[in-house]
């Protein structure tokens, strides 16, 4: 029950990951930023910056904050890869849904630990209805070969994923205001762009990436997330490698 091979970009993340999140997406609705800052405060200087140094610093800090909820979209995702998603990440946690073969699969990660849980249109959908019947509305601890294709959603590993897109931000920086608060966007000529917040840390408030795909990412409630368990009674693949 070994999963397809994810053909798709890498999470640019979707959601994905990765993940055209998206050729003209409308933005999930996502929180702009908790912890973005007071849009009459004083700025984090990002203002004065280049746009690669602005995405550079909006990455960096994802990857260290203590929790953020991201959700995105692709547009033209490969038929295997996940087109929409909507997770809560840490660094060692992540909990939400993805869709992808049109279908949504809840998500659990804990460290090295995958579960997934997904209906019988899922199975269906992907060809494998033999394991339809086992595995069906079911949590699942996936064998490590099928845990792959999520292993991007982590924030410091979602965050590493979109850093070869920040050499490409060579246009302007150019200052608005989100919500009331002021952010900076930093684009490049092929349409990628990082929105970040222009007071407190540089977290992002919403990533747009192109290429094969499209990703519209959105970014928000920047906080430590909850505690995630695992999920009771999981059908345990784990051990099939």
Known sequence: MR???WRGARPRPLLGLGA??????VA?????????GDGGG???GLEKL??????????AALRTAPGAHVAGTVADASADAPNRYDLVMSSTTTKGTIEEYGQQTQLVKIGKDTYVRRSRAYYAATGDTAASDLLADRWVRLAAADAAKYSYFTLDRYSDSLRGFTAGL????????????????????????FLVANTGPAYPLRITVTGRSTSQLSFGDYRAPGAVTAPAGAVDLSSLG
Do not use: F, I, Y
């Not at 280049?50 to 990455?59: D, I, M, Q």
């Not at 989100?178 to 930093?186: C, F, I, P, S």
């Open 50 to 59: 280049s746009a690669g140094e602005v995405g550079t610093r909006a990455l």
């Open 3 to 5: 999963a397809r091979p």
């Open 20 to 25: 055209g999140l998206l050729a003209a997406l």
């Open 28 to 36: 999930l609705a996502v929180p702009a930023c908790s912890g973005g």
């Open 170 to 193: 060579t246009g302007g920086v150019r200052q608005q205001k989100v919500d009331g608060d002021r952010a900076v966007q930093a684009s490049s000529p092929d349409g990628t762009s």
């Open 42 to 44: 004083p700025t984090n």
